[in-house]
Nanobody
Framework: QVQLVESGGGLVQAGGSLRLSCAAS????????MGWFRQAPGKEREFVAA????????DYAQAVKGRFAISRDNAKNTQYLQMNSLTPEDTAVYYC????????????????????WGQGTQVTVSS
């Protein structure tokens, strides 16, 4: 079992930046593909970004491409989401997700492919 704990959310003005962190409880963190999803009020959970087990491959939703950057530090069992140029449309609860994998460069883009989820962290962007 893996426990994921997000942090770094908060209130920021439009154009500002936030950095989310997701700490995993197990030492085998490096054997997990990771991702970030978000859910705004009244909307379905949507894919934001994904990173492979090796950290060499990443992918982003079109809405955040060029503004957000996903990364991971396997030595610290932590993944990150750097969010820049935030807009009110980025307001949502952001969730960290992990999935077991043996494929070094596999990216997972769909929520149902993930095995573990964090509790979520609120990001609010004011106009």
């Amino acid at each position: 079992q893996v426990q994921l704990v997000e942090s770094g959310g908060g209130l920021v003005q439009a154009g500002g930046s936030l950095r989310l962190s997701c700490a995993a409880s197990r030492r085998a963190f490096s054997y997990y593909a990771m991702g970030w999803f978000r859910q705004a009020p009244g909307k379905e959970r949507e894919f934001v970004a994904a990173i492979s087990w090796s950290g060499t491959r990443t992918d982003y939703a079109q809405a955040v491409k060029g503004r957000f950057a996903i990364s991971r530090d396997n030595a610290k069992n932590t993944q990150y989401l750097q969010m820049n140029s935030l807009t009110p449309e980025d307001t949502a609860v952001y969730y960290c997700a992990a999935a077991t994998t043996t494929q070094l460069s596999r990216l997972l883009l769909a929520a149902h492919e993930y095995d573990y989820w964090g509790q979520g962290t609120q990001v609010t962007v004011s106009s």
